[in-house]
């Protein structure tokens, strides 16, 4: 079994920063590409961008609506994605939800986390 679990959700002020990461873990479990989707209340879950867990020399890629707000890196520790968002507006409000694409030894292994609510106020 993997799970995948965010953190660092919360509420802030519009114009504000907060952090979110994500970690997958379990057993042989190895990450190829991690992502970020978000889904704001009676909206569809849309991809907030993607980066390889694989590859160092890949970028992230991201929705037009975030470019140049929100950065996803690789963390040290293995399986590790952050988010970093900054100049946060009302309409970044959304559940923001983990995903991964990887194996568990020899199996593929495709996991969502639960979500972290993200609150931005006007």
């Known amino acids: 079994q993997g799970n995948l679990e965010e953190s660092g959700g919360g509420l802030v002020e519009a114009g504000g920063s907060l952090n979110l990461s994500c970690v997958a873990s379990?057993?042989?479990?190895?990450?190829?590409?991690m992502d970020w989707y978000r889904q704001a209340p009676g909206k569809q879950r849309e991809l907030v961008g993607s980066?390889?867990?694989?590859?160092?020399?890949?970028?992230?890629t991201y929705a037009e609506s975030v470019k140049g707000r929100f950065t996803i890196s690789r963390a040290n520790a293995k399986n590790t994605i952050l988010l970093q968002m900054k100049d946060l507006k009302p309409e970044d409000t959304a559940v923001y939800f983990c995903?991964?694409?990887?194996?568990?030894?020899?199996?593929?292994?495709?996991?969502w986390g639960q979500g972290t609510l993200v609150i931005v106020s006007a």
């Open positions: 995903h991964m694409d990887g194996s568990r030894g020899l199996a593929t292994l495709e996991l």
């Open positions: 379990g057993s042989l479990v190895s990450a190829w590409s």
């Open positions: 980066i390889s867990t694989r590859s160092t020399h890949t970028d992230p």
